[in-house]
């Protein structure tokens, strides 16, 4: 079946510290990989996204690449500031259905 | 432009009792989504539909009834109210079923 599985917080780091979120995934066929953002009282929001192996999906200094291989999709950013605290959601899409992590609690502390 | 609303933000309900959560998009979306958010897991599908008059169960549709009469609007109702039904609701939608979904900001709804 299809299912993604996250790295488990909560994650604490200070300010300007690398981030790495891990991501792998259990899919059958070509799946398109996602990763969504939560702030506190708010829904997700779509953060970045590649449709194919190989692809890297980037936004606001996050990246991520699409690994067949090791079927993963880590999330990186190279220096986190206070306003990326968060909860970060791995998923994927067959075409008709999502497919959500459990989401990774990120705090970072000036 | 508002994406996708969801009322009411909050709800206390006694077990038993009965509610219907709103949803509505006005992004002419037709495929709509109702999922479920408990403490420390994923999002969980409850029910989808894929255009007006279209609905399927998602993962967990078990005490939940959707109803999609319009593009816009996809409702949830709750006929018994059970305290396992304690969670935050979140209405999406999207274009394409394999694109980008769009998430309303949730309703919290906590069965006592």
């Given at each position: 079946?299809n ?5 488990e917080g909560p ?7 690398f ?5 792998t ?5 070509y ?5 969504y953002v ?7 929001q ?7 192996a ?10 991520a690449?699409?690994r ?5 999709f ?7 500031q206070v306003s990326?605290s968060?909860?970060?959601f ?8 999502f497919y ?5 609690s990120?705090?970072?502390i000036? | ?10 709800r206390?309900?006694?077990?038993g009792q009965?509610?219907?959560?709103q949803?509505?998009q006005?992004?002419n979306?037709?495929y709509?989504y ?5 403490p420390?897991m994923g999002?969980k599908?409850i029910?989808?539909s ?5 609905t399927?169960?998602g993962?967990?549709?078990n005490g ?11 409702p949830l109702?709750?006929?018994l109210?059970?305290p396992s039904?304690?969670?935050v ?10 694109e980008?979904?769009?998430f309303g ?6 069965v006592l």
């Amino acid at each position: 079946g299809n299912s993604v599985t996250q790295m488990e917080g909560p994650v604490t780091l200070s300010e300007e510290a690398f981030l790495t979120i891990n991501c792998t995934y259990t899919a059958t066929g070509y799946p398109s990989l996602f990763w969504y953002v939560q702030y506190p009282g708010e829904g997700l929001q779509l953060l970045l996204k590649a449709t194919k192996a190989d692809d890297k999906g980037s936004n606001k200094g996050f990246e991520a690449t699409y690994r067949k291989e090791t079927t993963s999709f880590h999330l990186e950013k190279g220096s986190v500031q206070v306003s990326d605290s968060a909860v970060y959601f791995c998923a994927l899409n067959t075409g008709n259905q999502f497919y959500f992590g459990t989401g990774t609690s990120l705090t970072v502390i000036p | 432009n508002a994406g996708v609303t969801q009322t009411p933000k909050f709800r206390i309900l006694k077990i038993g009792q009965s509610m219907t959560l709103q949803c509505a998009q006005d992004m002419n979306h037709n495929y709509m989504y109702w999922y479920r958010q408990d403490p420390g897991m994923g999002l969980k599908l409850i029910y989808y539909s894929v255009g007006a008059g279209i609905t399927d169960k998602g993962e967990v549709p078990n005490g939940y009834n959707v109803s999609r009469s319009t593009t816009e609007d996809f409702p949830l109702r709750l006929e018994l109210a059970a305290p396992s039904q304690t969670s935050v609701y979140f209405c999406a939608s999207s274009y394409y079923p394999g694109e980008e979904q769009f998430f309303g900001p949730g309703t919290r709804l906590t069965v006592l």
